[in-house]
């Protein structure tokens, strides 16, 4: 299947990744909650899509504040998720069917509850006492620095055994492990090793631009200041490249991995750093600047709807500067955002939209990952009540925005707008009542009540489901190597309804998509440097329509094509 690169141990540039929400996929055992078996279950689903890789949120031993973002072992798994047996088994049966499995890797913090943490809390002086980061109050016990967590408060709390505070980037029960400690990294190599030698293929590396801090701890701006963010002095610090060329020394490099790192608050050029092949640290990273073209003056959680300039600009932007150096990851949608669909495209036209996303996503240059359902074409969850949200960023916005006396419409708007829960409720398999062949019982989070016309069931059914379009992506990747090495070029920058690029291969072979992101029918002018004397076949077309190519083409709602031309 993997021809198009000659050099093998970059597979990864030819992969498509799927991610699996563990809790949400599929439950075998009827206690509501999604668990391995029903990843193992659903496989002969996946391998029909075509997918090469899946990622797996935390599977690991957690307390569940953050879904599995606070591990108290790493060495365990979530009992709910199965055994290791279990996963020894999955890994198995994935592998014969040619789909790689990469885990995550939550290594910036771990849970309260880890030991590391309850020994370090104790004393100044325990084995672990330096495992985290701990500083004292200033004269009259004021907080070490003004950074603020990001799910709310200050990102510090203060523990009376140690007369200290500790610092977390994001719930206080997840304290933030102190990376300056030759010990840890030792520790953390050590358990990135026994699951690679255990089968896995790699890593989905959670908040990984965190792990080193500024050690002077230098106040945030005002802006960054409580309950806004605490990047300031904390991403992208002073010796992360350090530590991961070290990861990669003592850990990756033995191993044919594929890495992905998530890094909040990094721009392109930083990316080339952490993604330059020669440089030996990960193959690519999740950027988050396409996720903020939205954010209004609350940020996330506001009403604002993206423009397509801005989209284009900041798609252009990474594709450009990582063209020659580095690596692009390429995503629409994850656990932690809402649905592509709804974000996006239209709930008018869902499903001219949702393949027109993923036209425009898997034929930039790039690994595209796919987050589970999105190749239904699914939208955000309206949930009826408030209280139905389980999410711990959710539920802290929802109490802020109540105590800022925000009205309840607002907050249901936002909450449907941008809840993580949106991304989390369960993989709609049938449109069967009342839980879509998730389970047969109350399924820990609400079902999307859309699932008895968005499910897999109908998807496979039906030939012109966004299902069989995401299949003849992923076909087509792993086809066409102009999909994989070709150079990006954009055209008409300023057109606020459809997105032109082409892409270019080394020998000559062309792809042009045109994506129109408009509800209209709209007659578009095809730049006339690419009306010339190519000979323009239609590759892939989102619509039923025959188009033939043409200086002045007709498109439809959300429609979009992709010629190509070898000349
Ligand atoms: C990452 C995860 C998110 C989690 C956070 C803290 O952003 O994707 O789900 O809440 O890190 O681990
Ligand atoms: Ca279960």
Redesign the pocket.
């Known amino acids: 299947m993997m021809t198009t690169n000659e050099d093998s141990s970059k597979w990864w540039q030819q992969a498509v990744v799927y991610q699996v929400y563990p ?1 949400s996929f ?10 391995l ?2 990843i193992i279950n659903k496989l002969p689903y996946l391998k029909k899509l075509g997918v090469d890789v899946l990622w797996l949120n935390p599977i690991y031993k957690s307390p569940q504040v953050d879904n599995g973002y606070d591990i108290s072992n790493y060495y365990e798994l979530n009992s ?3 055994t290791l047996d279990d996963f020894k088994h999955l890994l198995d049966e994935a592998h014969q069917n040619e789909i790689k499995i990469i885990l995550d890797l939550v290594v910036n913090h771990t849970s309260d509850q880890h030991e590391w943490f309850k020994q370090s809390k104790k004393s100044h002086d325990n084995e672990f006492a330096n495992y985290y980061i701990w500083k004292d109050p200033g004269e009259n016990g004021e907080l070490p620095n003004n950074w603020g967590a990001t799910f709310g408060g200050p990102a510090w709390t203060y523990v009376p055994e140690r007369k200290q505070y500790y610092l977390h980037s994001f719930a206080p029960e997840q304290p933030e492990l102190n990376w300056e400690e030759p010990k840890l990294r030792a520790a953390i190599y050590k358990m990135m090793r026994y699951w690679l030698e255990f089968g896995v293929d790699g890593f989905r590396m959670d908040v990984i631009s965190l792990i080193s801090k500024r050690q002077d701890f230098p106040d945030a701006d005002d802006s960054y200041a409580y309950s806004k963010r605490y990047y300031a002095g904390a991403s992208n610090g002073p010796r992360v490249h350090e530590f991961l060329q070290e990861m990669n020394r003592e850990v990756l490099r033995n191993f044919n991995t594929l890495t992905v790192g998530e890094t909040p608050n990094t721009n392109s050029d930083q990316a080339i750093l952490y993604t330059d092949v020669d440089r030996h640290e990960l193959n690519m990273v999740f950027n988050f600047d396409h996720m903020h073209i939205d954010y209004g003056k609350r940020g996330k959680f506001d009403n604002k709807r993206f423009n397509l300039v801005d989209l284009k600009r900041v798609f252009t932007e990474w594709q450009d500067k990582l063209s020659d150096r580095g690596w692009n990851s390429l995503y629409w949608s994850n656990h932690d955002q809402p649905r592509a669909v709804t974000r996006f495209g239209s709930e008018k036209y869902r499903i001219e939209s949702a393949k027109t996303l993923g036209t425009v996503l898997h034929m930039l240059k790039g690994t595209p990952y796919i987050f589970q359902g999105e190749e239904l074409g699914m939208t955000d969850a309206k949930f009826d009540l408030l209280a139905d949200y389980q999410d711990i960023e959710t539920k802290n916005i929802i109490d802020l925005y109540q105590q800022e006396g925000l009205p309840e419409d607002y907050i249901k708007e936002v909450a449907y707008l941008r809840s993580r829960d949106n991304a989390r409720t369960p993989m709609p398999w049938t449109s069967e009542s009342p839980y879509a062949g998730f ?1 047969d019982v109350r399924p820990w989070i609400k079902m999307n009540p859309n699932y008895p016309e968005i499910n897999v069931a109908d998807a496979l059914k039906n030939k012109t489901s966004v299902f069989y379009h995401y299949q003849k992506l992923i076909a087509l990747r792993h086809e066409l190597p102009v999909i994989v090495e070709g150079k990006y070029t954009l055209y008409d920058a300023d057109n606020e309804d459809v997105f032109t690029f082409t892409r270019t291969a080394n020998d000559g072979t062309m792809l042009l998509v045109i994506a129109s992101f408009s509800e209209s029918v709209l007659t578009y002018s095809v730049p006339e440097k690419l009306v010339g004397n190519q000979q323009w076949q239609v590759l892939l077309d989102s619509s039923a329509s025959e188009i033939d190519f043409n200086s002045q083409l007709t498109l439809q709602p959300y429609q979009s094509i992709v010629f190509m031309t070898t000349n």
């Open positions: 809790q599929q439950d075998s055992n009827h206690d509501g909650i999604g668990d078996n029903g709910d998720y199965g389970s």
